[in-house]
C-alpha cells in the first residue's frame, strides 16, 4: 500500500492520538482526514475502502492537525464545528464545547414547548455558551420565543455567530441572576447548563481541564453556587406551572433536589442521560 494511501495515513494518525492517550483515536482521525479533504466521515471511509490516495499538501496538513490533536486541544477548536442534534455549530477558544449529554436535557425543554398552551410559549436560556440549547429550542419549537443569555463576551461572540438570523431568538450579554427582567411571570421554560465542576475537582480530561473556559466549569465549593441564583432566577421567570430544567453531574440529583424544595419548587425530579448517568433535574414552579 503507498505511503501516501489515506488509508495508511489515517492508521498512522490514529496510532499517534492513541498513543497521545485520545479516547477515540480512530474516530478523530477520520474526522481529522475529512476536515483536510472537506468530506464527511462516511466519505472519508469509503476513499480508504477504494484505495484513494492523497496530495501531498493534504497529507502535511493533516500532520499539523494531528499533532494539535495530540496534545490534546480540542478537536471542535480544530475543526471549528461541533455536532449538536440536527445543528452544526461554531466553536472555539472561549466557549464550552456542546457535549452529546446535552442534547437529551434539552429535549425536556422542548416537550414541554411543544406541549404549552401559549400561541408562542417563551423559552429562556441561562449561560448559553455556543447558544448550542437556545438554538434548539428556536429551531425545533418555531413558534416559541426564545431568550439567551451569556456573560463571558467571548463565548456570547460564538453565541451572535451561531444565533445570526434567527428571528425567533433573542441573545443578550448579561449575567444570569439579572437577565430578562421584563420576562418576569411569563416564561414556560428556563432551561440552563451551568457550570457546576466543584473548584477543587480538577477535570481529568485535558481538553477540559486546559481548553474550556474556567467561567463555563466551575461552579463555587460544591459546584451549585450558580444552581442557586438559577432556582431564584427562574423562580421570577417562569409562570406558575412553568418548568425548570437543570443539567448537572452525576453526582448532584439530590443536593439539587433538595435546594429547589427549600427554595419552593414542587415535583422535582433528576433524570438519566443515555450513558445511565443522572444528569438533567426538572422542577415546576407553583
Do not use: C, K
Not at 95 to 122: C, G, S, W
Not at 215 to 224: I, K, N, Q, S, V
Not at 252 to 267: F, K
Amino acid at each position: 500500500m503507498p505511503e501516501n494511501s489515506l488509508a495508511a495515513l489515517v492508521r498512522a494518525a490514529a496510532q499517534r492520538l492513541a498513543d497521545a492517550g485520545v479516547p477515540d483515536p480512530l474516530v478523530d482521525a477520520e474526522l481529522l482526514a475529512g476536515h483536510v479533504l472537506g468530506r464527511r466521515r462516511g466519505e472519508v471511509q469509503a476513499a480508504i475502502v477504494r484505495g484513494d490516495s492523497v496530495g501531498e499538501d493534504d497529507a502535511a496538513a493533516l500532520d499539523i492537525l494531528v499533532a494539535r490533536r495530540s496534545g490534546r486541544e480540542p478537536l471542535q477548536h480544530i475543526t471549528g464545528t461541533a455536532p449538536f442534534r440536527h445543528l452544526e455549530l461554531a466553536v472555539g477558544p472561549g466557549v464550552f464545547v456542546p457535549r452529546p449529554e446535552t442534547e437529551t436535557v434539552v429535549q425536556y425543554a422542548i416537550d414541554a414547548l411543544l406541549n404549552a398552551p401559549e400561541p408562542a410559549p417563551i423559552g429562556v436560556d441561562l449561560g448559553t455558551g455556543s447558544g448550542a440549547i437556545a438554538l434548539a429550542m428556536a429551531t425545533e419549537v418555531p413558534h416559541a420565543r426564545i431568550f439567551a443569555a451569556e456573560l463571558s463576551p467571548d463565548a456570547h461572540a460564538w453565541a451572535s455567530r451561531n444565533t445570526a438570523g434567527v428571528e425567533n431568538l433573542t441573545l443578550v450579554l448579561s449575567d444570569l441572576g439579572e437577565a430578562f427582567p421584563e420576562l418576569d411571570g411569563t416564561a414556560s421554560v428556563v432551561i440552563s447548563n451551568p457550570p457546576y465542576v466543584p473548584d477543587a475537582a480538577i477535570p481529568r480530561d485535558p481538553e477540559v481541564r486546559l481548553f474550556d473556559p474556567a467561567l463555563a466549569l466551575y461552579g463555587g465549593e460544591d459546584g451549585l453556587d450558580i444552581v442557586r441564583v438559577l432556582s431564584t432566577r427562574a423562580l421570577r421567570l417562569l409562570r406558575s406551572g412553568g418548568l425548570l430544567v437543570i443539567e448537572h453531574g452525576e453526582l448532584q440529583g439530590a443536593s439539587i433536589r433538595e435546594l429547589l424544595a427549600e427554595d419552593g419548587w414542587r415535583a422535582a425530579a433528576t433524570h438519566r442521560d443515555l450513558t445511565l448517568r443522572d444528569r438533567t433535574t426538572t422542577a415546576l414552579r407553583p
